[in-house]
């Protein structure tokens, strides 16, 4: 799933230690995230937009990897 943590991780200069320590996760788990490799739970996702001061609606891009899921679901049909 597309997101932005790192993104905003980046530009908040934050390391990923940091932003792990903060959020209560290790720094694979933030590694993982922003790789795409792992979906967080919803109560990970929320500490994570606030940390960011953002929704997770736009932390997770979810409008955006909605339309793709339905693209491939089409797909199916």
């Known amino acids: 799933m597309k997101n932005r943590v790192r ?3 980046t530009a908040a200069g934050m390391t990923q230690q940091q932003l792990a ?3 209560h996760v290790s ?7 922003e790789k795409g490799q ?8 929320y500490r994570l937009a606030l940390v960011f001061g953002t929704t997770v609606e736009d932390l997770y891009c979810l ?5 793709l899921e339905d693209r491939d679901n089409e797909n199916w049909e």
């Open 7 to 9: 993104e905003l991780r």
């Open 21 to 23: 320590e903060l959020v």
């Open 27 to 33: 720094s694979r788990t933030i590694i993982s995230l």
């Open 38 to 45: 792992y979906n967080p739970s919803l109560l990970l996702a």
């Open 63 to 67: 409008a955006e990897n909605k339309e």
